[in-house]
């Protein structure tokens, strides 16, 4: 992590007499145990049973579609500016490989991330795909280059991004598939149209929305049903705060990106990195699970390339503060 306490500083919120080290050691077991059941010990469940989890850590995609609330970001799998392939491939693949050993079942790509990289590097890593794993991808920006960010919702070309994105996958049916952004420059209509005739022809089994206020979210859902919604939130930026509560209210998955604070990081000698240091636990993990205590249908999506950062960022919903903990953390933070 981009925060580190010295060994005595390092009690667990629920284990008083365990390190962070020695939690890690004896929870972040291998791929083989994890998957056999022993994750259940972060998440109350299995990567393939999810079925079985208690409701705290459990969300209902769709209703129909159950995924561990924590899941994993591929976009810094790729290469130095979302561009190209990266600088250690293996690397990458012993991230994607780990994640799902350690329980996470819902990995959030987009065509955009390398582009097409991340969505090569999941299906080289993890195809055949385990029970009960979900992919959930995105179309609707383009790359002219890196550092480039352009939307198109021409209707001919999302329907041609879903079927790129099957093949590069590897799928037959994508599980969650999201409008990255709505082109300003395409009636919203004519995008989700798009979306909806993939729906129907079977290609897509749910559809999702990114950086979209409530009114736009039931425009949307006057074309086709949607389950889930991405926006920038964390801690200290909860400019989508009428989003998430919205979301809640309709039962819709609220996938925060930027969960931690972007590339940036939070700002070192927040008082979150203080509440943080006082806990015995590192300001991300600290960040992570307060996202995952605000609210039952928040679904963060932390993105790494470091397996050691994946596994602390998995550890984070290990974290328990009592109510009143978390309301000075929350006022600590500012307003939303």
Request: glycine fraction near 10%; charged fraction near 20%.
């Amino acid at each position: 992590m981009d925060h580190e306490f010295p060994e005595a500083e390092q009690k667990w919120l629920g284990f008083p007499h365990v390190t962070r080290r020695k939690f890690l050691g004896t929870t972040l077991l291998s791929g083989a145990t994890f998957l056999a059941g022993g994750s259940s010990t972060i998440f109350g469940v299995s990567s393939s049973t999810a079925t079985n989890a208690g409701p705290n850590f459990i969300w209902r995609l769709g209703g129909d579609l159950p995924v561990n609330r924590l899941g994993f970001g591929a976009m810094r799998i790729t290469g130095d500016g979302i561009w190209g392939w990266p600088a250690d491939r293996g690397n990458a693949l012993k991230v994607l490989r780990r994640a799902v050993a350690l329980g996470v079942n819902l990995i959030d790509t987009a065509d955009a991330y390398g582009p097409e990289t991340s969505e090569l590097l999941i299906a080289e890593a993890l195809h055949p795909y385990p029970n009960g794993l979900v992919i959930a991808t995105k179309g609707g920006l383009t790359r002219p280059g890196p550092g480039q960010w352009v939307p198109n919702g021409r209707p001919e070309y999302l329907k041609q991004c879903v079927e790129n994105s099957l093949k590069r996958l590897r799928l037959e049916r994508i599980d969650l598939y999201q409008l990255h952004r709505i082109d300003r420059k395409v009636p919203a209509e004519d995008s989700l149209g798009a979306l909806k005739e993939m729906r129907d022809a079977g290609k897509i089994r749910h559809v999702g929305l990114s950086e979209v206020s409530p009114e736009e979210i039931e425009r949307a859902r006057k074309v086709v049903p949607i389950v889930s919604v991405q926006n920038q939130y964390n801690i200290a930026n909860r400019k989508w705060e009428n989003t998430l509560i919205h979301c809640e209210n309709e039962n819709l998955g609220f996938m925060p990106w930027s969960p931690i604070g972007g590339s940036g990081g939070l700002h070192s000698g927040s008082a979150l990195e203080v509440a943080a240091k006082a806990h015995g636990v590192s300001v991300v993990q600290l960040a992570l699970a307060w996202l995952l205590h605000r609210s039952p249908a928040m679904l963060p999506i932390p993105g790494t390339s470091s397996v050691a950062h994946l596994e602390e960022n998995v550890a984070a919903a290990a974290i328990k503060l009592s109510p009143a903990e978390w309301k000075a953390i929350d006022a600590l933070a500012g307003p939303a």
